[in-house]
Structure formats: structure tokens, C-alpha cells
């Protein structure tokens, strides 16, 4: 959190790293994609696994999948999986803790007011 407080206030808020993903194809392809979300933007678990099924030419791909992998991201600050959020608007599955995410989105003016963290939560 302080990295990227630290960055916005200089006003770095692109920029890229070498990053060599030690995953499964599956997950490097997911962390990949949460690579290019944009600083103070969103997407969703859904709308990660259509862009999968797109590239795969499959006709579609699993949320939860996505979720699990996006869930074995090592470097979360950096490969921000802060920025996946539920597509009803839950917040969940967050490793480095919900009230870090919630920051996190707050900080880079991604907050929305219906985001949520639901009663039965996977986020710790």
C-alpha cells in the first residue's frame, strides 16, 4: 500500500517492470491480463474469463477458475489484483486483506459506492 500511495502522490502511476511469472500457462495468462488493468480502473472475474475464452477460441471460461488463479499471485502490488472485483459489485479474494483492497480501489479513485464485501466473504 505504501508503494503505491507513494507513486500516486509523485504522480507515477504507469509503469512497467520485467516480470517473469512462475505459474501455471493458465495463471501466467491471467496475472498477465491483470498486468494491463489500468491504475483507477476495474474489471471484473467474468470479464477476465471472456477475454480468456476470446483468446482461447473457446466458448467460455470459468470466473472461479480466474479467481484461483488470480488468488496465487505472488507480487499483488505490483500485478494488481486489487482491481478484480465481483461483477455484482463484491469484494473478495483479496490475499493482502479486504480493508487493504477497499484502500487500495479508495487511493486510486476506483472506488464505487456499490462495492461491497459480502456477508459469506472468501476475502480474509
Known sequence: VLIIFVLSCTGLIDF??????????????VWGILSAIPYGQTTTYGEIAKQLAQRREVPRMSAQAVGGAVGKNEISIIVPCHRV??????????????????ALLK??????????????????
Request: aromatic content about 12%; proline content about 6%; glycine content about 12%.
Open 16 to 29: 512497467s517492470l520485467p516480470l517473469h511469472f512462475t505459474g501455471s500457462d493458465f495463471q501466467n495468462e
Open 85 to 102: 472485483v465481483g461483477t455484482n459489485g463484491t469484494l473478495t479474494g483479496y490475499a493482502g486483506r479486504i480493508r487493504r483492497k477497499i
Open 107 to 124: 487511493l486510486e479513485g476506483a472506488w464505487k459506492e456499490n462495492y461491497y464485501v459480502p456477508k459469506k466473504s472468501t476475502a480474509p
